[in-house]
Structure formats: C-alpha cells, structure tokens
C-alpha cells in the first residue's frame, strides 16, 4: 500500500508579489511620497502588496 | 493636538505640549507604504514627517535625554516637541522588504540596531501619550489565539487547534484549513496562505495552525477606528476552483469587488465590544458570513486598508484623516492596555 505524500508548509505556500513586481519609481523627500512614471499602473495598497511578512 | 494631561498607568499627569515649530503627524513607515501617500495628500505634507526606516540612512537622527531630533534630505527637520501624534505604520527594513536579496551582516545589524532606537521613540511617544491607533505590541499580548478565545463572547468561532510533533487525526467528515500565523515566506515569494487540507496528509515535523472549514458565501472585512466601523464583502463564488482565501483569490483574479456592507446593529455593537476587550482603537476584523451568521477569524491590529477605498467614498480616509491630523482632538492607546480576558482563556 502507498504511503500518502506528507506536505510541508513550503510545500502548500505559493507565490505572492514582491517588489520587483512594481513599476520603477523614486522617493521624493520634499513630496514624502513615491514618484512612479506617469501612466504606471500601481496597485494600491494591499495585503498581497505589502512585501512583507507581517500578516495581514 | 493630544492633551496636556495623559493617563499614564491610571494616573492623570501633565504633559509638555509640543511648543516648538509647527506640531506635527509623525509617521513611521517604509517608503513604498503607498497608503501614507494617501493620507499625505490629504492632510497635507506640512501636518506630516514621516520616517521610512528603508532609507534610514537618508536621514540624520539625534536621540539623547532631552529630545528627538531627525532631519530628511529636503532639510526638514522635526524634534520631540513638535510631534503631536505618532502613527506606527509598516516599518520594514531593507531585508524584510527585498527577502530574496543578500544583504551583509553589518548591513543587517546597523538596521536593526536604528529600529531598536525607534522602537524606543515609539515606546516614549506611547508612554507619553501621543501615541495613535495602531499598536504594534498588541500581536505580542494578544495573538491570534487568544483573540479567538475572547472573539467567543460575541462571535461563533470556527474550532482550531496548532500541532506540532504528531500526526493529524481526522474526524470523519470534518473539512479543516491550515493558516500561518505570521504571514512569513517560506521562500522567496512563497507564503502559506489559508488552504484546505487532507489533514492525514500534513507532516508531523512541522507546526500547524488548524481551523474548521466553513463553506460561506461572502467574506466580510471590517475597519474599525476607534467607534467608527466600515464594512465590505467579497462574493466567494468569485473565487478559481479550491481556493479558499481571498488574497489567493485576488492573485489569480484581479478584479475583485469588495461591496459596502451594512453590518447588522448586534454584529456591530458586538464588534465595538470586542475592540474594547482586545483595548484596541485600529484594526481590520475578518469574518466569514454563511446563511446569515458571521464567523470571526481575526483581526488584524495593523491591517491595511489602502484597497478598500481608493476613492475615500466610503468614508475610512475622511475618519483616519481626522484621527490623524495634528489640529484635532487627540485619543492615545489605551495606558495600560487592559485585556479583558475575564475567564478565558480556559487553558
């Protein structure tokens, strides 16, 4: 009889974006804000657009 | 601006108002935190100095006895004194923001080492009483399962368990999902996200968080501020076969519509009780509603919000906007944080 495959937690993760994902851009420090070029399309803030790995 | 007295330990005590220059929001984030480019625009780059710890070392920083003084590479420049609320964000350093990229050890150390410092001027900005919605220790208090055990007061919650070192026993019939508790990779773009599981199938060498699968309809996500709740759902026959959480979801489907939602009074009225047990004034509540009854999973004390309401229609920029500003009436985290566990948890 064949033993069930026994997952992981890597093996169940999948992919999720990271910052490369994003358009490139710059920080303006007299603005405080993110310059993207115009007409980039820049997802606005989300879980899955977060980058990190705090929960959401 | 906050009061000139501020609870400390119960205790009614003076505070020194900010007295020199213009008082300001001081914002501690990273720089890709696209929701405090909202919120700049709309309280104005005056009322704000934020702080992007990935680009610490564009700032010049002083921290003695007397004072905080940290200056940008525009010229602006900001001291203890002026700072009239501080708003603790999504400060990330430069390895947790790019974890697939190789950063040397003393890199990684001089980083840590500021963001010990600013946890400090976080910590003295709270014990002063200037200290705003989000509290970043409150995971530390009360995690996820102890939210759970409290949740049960108001909420149904679906049966969880963690396990580690033995295999997984099934009941017939029962549908589980596993969830990670911190969102961490487990490789360089991979994380867990909620997913069912043939529990027989999981390896007793690694630790599980179990929860009871519940079929529902909708997802339901609520921000609260302090008293004010917004509330949106998300239609779950949206979502691609076998997937089950919705973040998962919006990978495969980007165009996901979450809904204004009219909480009924009671889930309302029950979701402000919970806050003030967890002694929370921000976080993003997550529910499941089937057939009219709503599951609590979690909330989330540093949840984003930035999707939800891009175009500030539904009213959450307004509410953070006039939490935020400077000029208004300022409502410090609870000192101390009361957790109102009463009996539970029953451990």
């Not at chain 1, 007409?39 to 803030?45: F, S």
């Not at chain 2, 009213?315 to 935020?324: F, K, R, S």
Request: hydrophobic share 40%; proline share 7%; charged share 20%.
């Amino acid at each position: 009889m064949n033993t069930p495959a026994m997952f992981t937690p890597a093996m169940l993760a999948e992919q999720k974006m990271t910052l490369s994902d994003l358009p490139p851009s710059v920080y303006d420090h007299e603005t405080q804000t993110r310059k993207f070029p115009e007409g980039a399309l820049v997802p606005a803030m989300a879980p899955d657009t977060k980058f990190d790995g705090e929960s959401s | 601006m906050c009061a000139s007295t501020v609870s400390v330990n119960g205790v009614a005590r003076e505070r020194v108002l900010p007295n020199k220059g213009k008082p300001v929001l001081f914002v501690y984030t990273n720089s890709f935190d696209l929701s405090v480019d909202v919120l700049i625009k709309r309280l104005g780059n005056d009322a704000v100095f934020r702080f992007n710890l990935d680009l610490w070392q564009e700032y010049q920083i002083k921290i003695d006895s007397h004072r905080i003084t940290i200056a940008n590479l525009s010229g602006r420049k900001v001291e203890s004194n002026d700072i009239a609320k501080f708003l603790w964000r999504k400060p990330l350093t430069n390895h947790q923001l790019y974890p697939d990229q190789h950063f040397p050890r003393e890199r990684v150390y001089d980083e840590d080492e500021l963001a010990y410092a600013m946890r400090e001027v976080w910590n003295a900005m709270y014990w002063s009483g200037r200290a705003v919605l989000v509290d970043p220790l409150s995971d530390m208090i009360a995690g996820k399962l102890i939210q759970a055990q409290i949740a049960q007061r108001y909420f149904p919650v679906p049966d969880w368990d963690v396990i580690s070192g033995a295999a997984v026993k099934n009941e017939a019939g029962q549908h589980r999902v596993v969830k990670s508790f911190t969102s961490l990779r487990t490789g360089d773009r991979s994380v867990l996200f909620t997913t069912r599981v043939e529990t027989e199938q999981l390896s007793p060498a690694s630790p599980w968080f179990l929860q009871s699968y519940v079929p529902a309809e909708f997802d339901v996500t609520v921000v609260a501020i302090r008293d004010a709740l917004f509330a949106f759902a998300l239609d779950r026959a949206t979502f691609p076969s076998g997937v089950v959480d919705w973040r998962r979801a919006r990978m495969l489907t980007p165009n996901q519509d979450w809904i204004l939602h009219a909480l009924p009074p009671e889930i309302a009225a029950a979701i402000r009780h919970f806050m003030a047990d967890m002694s929370l004034h921000y976080g993003r509540l997550d529910f499941l509603l089937s057939g009219g009854t709503y599951y609590f999973l979690e909330v989330n004390p540093n949840g984003e919000w930035g999707w939800l309401d891009e175009s500030g229609g539904a009213g959450i920029i307004d509410t953070l906007v006039d939490e935020l500003s400077p000029d208004t009436a300022c409502h410090p985290l609870p000192n101390p944080r009361i957790i109102q566990t009463g009996e539970i948890p029953t451990w």
